[in-house]
């Protein structure tokens, strides 16, 4: 209602200054010539400088962007394939760079340099060749170079051997939480469909199932550092977006099917939490937070938790209202904690024992009775075979 009633405001004030404008042109009629509608000399010497003005503003713009925001880009990978990601990434920016540079300097400086003047005539000339050859042929060799190059470097990183000697984790997106399962000590996931999501199984693993019997469910991912992993993605109801930013990954989950991506992490929490960029993030974070807390506890509220890195897998693709909170927690331990750690967890098959106990059939009771039966049975077992 309020943002309705803002835009009803903003209407009227806009049709306000267009009726005023028509009176104030309407009060200047016959003053003087230079009210013409017709562009003269002065009205396209201030557009030509206003052109210059507007590239200058483009590139101090971009200068200042780099130096006020250039800590907030992603800092070292955390994974085997990221550096060449990012070389890919900072080779397409450069060029990118240089032509927009280039060109937006010349496409301003010519509207200055030819702006328009009573009597002077343009040059028309129908076609150039060699003009079209030229900006034909550069762009052709080197969108090519860029487009190969990305695409053997996407390769790379998609590309595993199944041989490898690699680990599989499935992670399951859902409206707006994600969890994780583990293959096991058989490194193979049970099977699973959305007809089998009931009570705690809310991943829809069949139990059945033989290799699922093994399968652990979390809601923490642990992944051991120097190991590939093979991420098997499923969604349970729109599309969503796995993007583990440090290590350079996304890929779409999508009901219905399962998409894979893989990689090595390199650097375990500990390691990253004393990387020289993270060190410098987490302190303007933690300062950010200590400013805030001073007001909060003013008001008689909490003060927040100092900020402490950790690796996230978050959703990257618009899926709904808590979409913006649809993290998890992603902890590279070294090989031997996390052995430790996913010994620790239970298996989804134990949990779910637990959860729906089946009742035993009572056990037959020893009376008297049934032991005198017994007895009297077995003796007269043994009296046929001695016969
Ligand atoms: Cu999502």
């Not at 483009?58 to 200042?64: L, M, P, W």
């Not at 937006?104 to 000339?125: I, V």
Request: hydrophobic share 45%.
């Amino acid at each position: 209602m309020t943002s309705l009633l803002i835009f009803l405001v903003l209407v009227l004030i806009g049709i306000a200054v267009w009726q005023l404008t028509k009176i104030f042109d309407l009060t200047q009629i016959g003053s003087a010539d230079e009210n013409s509608e017709v562009a003269n000399d002065k009205d396209n010497s201030t557009n030509g400088y206003l052109m210059f003005a507007f590239v200058a503003f483009i590139y101090i713009f971009t200068i200042y962007g780099l130096f006020a925001w250039g800590d907030l880009v992603l800092g070292t990978p955390a994974s085997e394939h990221g550096p060449d990601y990012d070389n890919l990434m900072y080779i397409s920016f450069a060029i990118i760079f240089i032509v927009q540079g280039l060109t937006q300097f010349l496409l301003h400086y010519f509207a200055f340099k030819y702006r328009g003047r009573a009597g002077q005539k343009a040059l028309y000339f129908a076609d150039n060749n060699k003009l079209e050859a030229i900006w034909t042929i550069i762009p052709v060799i080197v969108l090519a170079g860029l487009i190969l190059y990305g695409l053997y470097t996407w390769n790379e990183i998609m590309y595993y051997d199944e041989d490898e000697d690699v680990m599989y984790v499935e992670l399951y997106a859902k409206q707006f939480s994600w969890e994780a399962r583990y293959a096991g000590e058989d490194n193979t996931l049970g099977k699973a469909n959305v007809r089998f999501i009931e009570g705690i199984n809310t991943l829809g693993v069949d139990l059945s199932d033989a290799a699922a019997q093994d399968d652990k469910v979390v809601t923490e991912l642990h992944i051991p550092v120097g190991k590939k992993v093979v991420f098997k993605m499923r969604s349970q109801d729109v599309l969503h977006s796995a993007y583990m930013p440090h290590f350079r990954a996304q890929m779409n989950c999508v009901p219905g099917m399962i998409t894979q991506f893989a990689f090595v992490p390199t650097m375990t929490t500990a390691q990253m939490r004393e990387d020289e960029g993270i060190v410098a993030k987490v302190a303007k974070i933690n300062k950010i937070r200590a400013e805030k807390s001073k007001e909060l506890v003013a008001k008689g509220e909490e003060a927040l938790d100092p900020y402490t890195f950790d690796y996230l897998l978050l959703c990257n693709k618009i899926c709904g209202a808590s979409h913006y909170n649809m993290q998890m927690k992603i902890v590279v331990d070294t090989p031997e904690d996390y052995k430790k750690w996913l010994s620790e967890q239970p298996t989804l098959a134990k949990q779910w024992a637990d959860a729906n106990p089946v009742e035993a059939p009572a056990a037959p009771v020893m009376t008297e009775e049934v032991i005198e039966t017994v007895v009297v049975d077995s003796t007269q077992v043994l009296a046929q075979v001695v016969k």
